[in-house]
């Protein structure tokens, strides 16, 4: 398929008519809203006292600075509300469980996406912390910056994360000067040099 | 339009747009890797011989 063909595939609406994956595509489910009952269930979680704070990472966080790419599930950072070993995973599976959400592998499936919940430490708490506001289908939410992004990538170090940061400095105007900072203050600068193969 | 302008162009749709398409790609992955091959007869003589000795050379 040439390139401006499937520029016009990409975005067409995925559940219409005239839509080559034909009108059944998206059947049972808004396409627009796909991730708005996840995104409900965490700030439910955040109105519950069951986490302090989060803010969504991964390949779904990063995809509102990039083009899309496939990505399975949702990552959530969030800051719990409760010290300890647990960061209150037990009350959120608990309640999530309750709500009728189905464990699955490492996350739990709400509203078919799987979820997959991550405890923060100093980089991520900080990229919670600094976390953009947005709405998703008239649901609020939070997503981690992109600058955040490239850092928390650079300390994952895999393939697929160098991939990313290159889409991310790429297609978005990273605040190179607060990227620099980042990474200063988390000691990544040398990592970040060594993973893009370019100096700071 | 080239590689990088299409990518540049699909970073602008909206974020809800991207996610659909996103799971879409997730689903048409999940169908290929399920595809049955295509069975050795329905090739054309040479191509089945290549598939015979284990795919493309």
């Known amino acids: ?99 009728g959400h189905a464990v699955v592998k490492e996350g739990i499936l709400i509203g078919g996406i799987p979820v997959q919940f991550l405890a923060t430490d100093p980089l991520t708490e900080e990229a919670v912390r600094n976390a953009h506001s947005v709405e998703y289908a008239g649901v609020k939410t939070r997503i981690i910056t992109a600058e955040h992004l490239v850092a928390m990538a650079v300390r994952t170090g895999r393939k697929k994360d160098a991939a990313r940061i290159e889409m991310l400095c790429g297609t978005v105007g990273i605040d190179k000067g607060r990227l620099r900072a980042i990474l200063a203050r988390h000691g990544l600068t040398a990592a970040y040099a060594k993973i893009t193969g370019r100096k700071q | 339009m080239n590689g990088t302008a299409l990518r540049k162009e699909l970073a602008l749709l909206p974020w809800e747009r991207k996610i659909a398409i996103a799971l879409m790609l997730n689903r048409i992955g999940r169908q290929l890797r399920e595809a049955k091959p295509l069975p050795v007869r329905n090739l054309r003589p040479r191509a089945a011989k290549r598939a015979r000795a284990g795919g493309e050379r």
């Open chain 1, 1 to 99: 398929m040439r390139s401006d063909r499937l520029a016009r595939w990409l975005a067409a609406d995925p559940g219409s008519e005239s839509h080559s994956l034909g009108p059944g595509a998206t059947k049972g489910c808004a396409w627009r809203a796909l991730l708005a009952p996840a995104l409900a269930a965490l700030n439910e979680l955040k109105r519950l006292g069951h986490l302090s704070e989060y803010a969504l990472g991964g390949g779904m966080g990063a995809m509102r600075y990039t083009e899309p790419f496939a990505t399975f599930d949702l990552d959530v950072f969030f800051i719990p509300s409760v010290k300890g070993i647990s960061a209150g995973i037990p009350g959120m599976y608990g309640y999530l469980k309750k709500m």
